[in-house]
């Protein structure tokens, strides 16, 4: 073939090549527009291969290394329940109770039997009218208020009787209550929740964490190809979950929580805590007590149990100004202080853990327990629960 017919016919192929490049942009296109008018990712995250194909989840899905937990973190909440225990059938003599709380709750480090929802459903528990108190581990990384709350609401939708809420200082922070990337990928979830004017607010301080500002690309196929992606992940991981029983990653070592604390390692300030200090203390206004009596709203008539989670108690250099490496010792003895107030005042069960697990049950953070200080905790709640 010559050089001239070649090209002659190269030409002639444009415009065949042209349509179908048009016509694939307008099909895609057009498959964009739909998706966004249906925005159908909800109704798809509802879909799940556990249940059926894979055992459920005792816990939520997370993780920082997905290829040796067979988890991944997303921010899907229904593609998250959707995995999990708790969207079983519930059986007529079910007392269904839902544990939310940070990472300590969720079990960093412990399988889930040792989990604080492990321990206590081991203890074959009764409720006051007789049926077996069934409980459902809810908690997830990072300590926000906010972040318990968009789980709380979730699983308001599974036919809970009660829930119990752990919590600690940091889920109290300013700073904390949008931080989280589940709160800041759902913000239509979180503006329902919280109001306006609480969003406002956090949004307001200096260098606030802000809510995802969504646009039209967002809510199209492409823009959504993440989530779709991570359901698809989650789906395949559940079948390595099913043979393996790993969710998390297990270290051989781990650093241990620090037990010496020097000025240096706080900007100068063995007091300080996020943007206080001891010249300038904390009062209610400063904590997000607003957030904490608007989710005991959300419940509803299901009962909310309040808990002051175990920390660790440190007795090394340094100790006698901070607790551990999260908490000068002024700071959180205000707060369990403003903490207890709040409870009464506004008639909530509470119950004050804060010291009631030896310091050598700690593992690599101020709130994270070995599997015999779970035990134990989860043998303090029981009592409290059935007494």
Not at 80 to 85: E, G, N, T, V
Not at 214 to 222: G, M, P, R, V
Not at 317 to 332: D, K, L
Request: hydrophobic share 40%.
């Amino acid at each position: 073939m010559t050089s001239w017919n070649w090209l002659t016919q190269t030409q002639a192929r444009w415009p065949f090549v042209l349509r179908v490049l048009l016509k694939t942009g307008l099909l895609l296109a057009a498959f964009n527009l739909i998706y966004a008018a249906l925005q159908p990712l909800p109704a798809i995250g509802q879909l799940s291969i556990y249940g059926w194909l894979a055992p459920y989840r005792p816990r939520l899905p997370y993780a920082d290394r997905p290829e040796l937990a067979y988890s991944l973190s997303l921010n899907s909440l229904e593609t998250m329940f959707a995995s999990h225990a708790i969207r079983a059938p519930k059986a007529t003599d079910e007392y269904r109770v839902a544990l939310i709380g940070d990472s300590s709750t969720w079990g960093v480090l412990l399988r889930p039997e040792e989990t604080y929802a492990g321990v206590l459903n081991t203890l074959d528990l009764s409720s006051p009218d007789g049926r077996r108190m069934v409980f459902y581990n809810l908690g997830y990384p990072q300590q926000s208020l906010a972040k318990d709350g968009l789980i709380l609401q979730e699983a308001l939708h599974y036919g809970l009787d009660e829930v119990l809420w752990l919590v600690t200082l940091e889920a109290f922070a300013p700073h904390a209550q949008l931080d989280p990337l589940i709160v800041r990928q759902n913000p239509a979830r979180a503006r329902a929740l919280l109001g306006d004017e609480l969003v406002a607010h956090y949004e307001s301080l200096p260098d606030g964490p802000i809510l995802h500002r969504s646009t039209f690309w967002d809510e199209t196929l492409f823009g959504q190809r993440r989530a779709l992606a991570d359901w698809w992940r989650l789906q395949w991981y559940g079948l390595a979950w099913a043979s393996t029983g790993l969710d998390q990653h297990y270290p051989v070592s781990y650093p241990l929580r620090s037990n010496d604390f020097s000025p240096q390692d706080f900007d100068g300030d063995l007091t300080s805590w996020q943007n206080y200090n001891a010249e300038r203390p904390l009062t209610a206004d400063d904590l997000a007590f607003g957030v904490l009596t608007r989710l005991s709203q959300v419940a509803g008539s299901v009962p909310l149990r309040l808990v002051n989670e175990p920390i660790f108690i440190a007795d090394g250099q340094g100790s006698e100004t901070r607790y551990n490496f999260w908490y000068p010792r002024w700071a959180y003895d205000l707060y369990r202080e403003l903490l207890s107030d709040h409870a009464q005042a506004y008639n909530w069960a509470y119950l004050d853990l804060w010291d009631a697990i030896a310091p050598d049950e700690f593992t690599d953070s101020p709130v994270h327990l070995t599997p015999r200080g779970a035990q134990q905790t989860g043998k303090a709640l029981a009592a409290w629960l059935t007494r």
